[in-house]
């Protein structure tokens, strides 16, 4: 709910991600993708930020049961997660931002339990940024406990 901004940047279509002001342009961008593990640190980021009285501004596009890699599998609202990354890959290359935060939960349904097919499609989605944002630093947050 709340703490995923939920219906607002986490689990909405792309137009309302956009309206609604989740999606920034502007220096110092963090841009958090994945599941609702990643909507889980705009939160703590933003606090963090605000505290620091730094300029950096956070931009996400989150799904529930949508990890950041190009798999088979639909999210929470049935849409199928590959278009769902080529809505993030394509809004990271608009926007150029400064670093591509990514997480999700491994042991869900999308996510990929086979340890060398995960990292084949965690390669995947870090090329797939690379080509769109070539100047992205790209920070992947493993799994928690």
Not at 76 to 99: F, G, Y
Request: hydrophobic fraction near 40%; proline fraction near 4%.
């Amino acid at each position: 709910g709340e703490l995923l901004r939920g219906g607002i940047c986490h689990s909405v279509q792309l137009t309302a991600a956009i309206s609604n002001g989740c999606i920034k342009n502007g220096k110092h961008n963090i841009f958090i993708i994945g599941d609702s593990y990643a909507a889980a640190l705009f939160n703590g980021l933003s606090h963090y930020i605000d505290n620091k009285g730094s300029d950096y501004i956070i931009s996400q596009m989150t799904d529930g049961n949508a990890p950041p890699l190009f798999v088979d599998g639909k999210d929470d609202l049935q849409r199928s997660v590959i278009t769902l990354n080529n809505n993030r890959i394509n809004e990271i290359k608009r926007v150029q931002p400064e670093v591509v935060l990514l997480t999700w939960s491994v042991r869900e349904t999308n996510g990929v339990h086979d340890k060398k097919l995960a990292i084949d499609a965690l390669s995947l989605t870090i090329k797939k940024i690379k080509e769109a944002s070539p100047d992205s630093r790209i920070v992947f947050i493993g799994p928690v406990p």
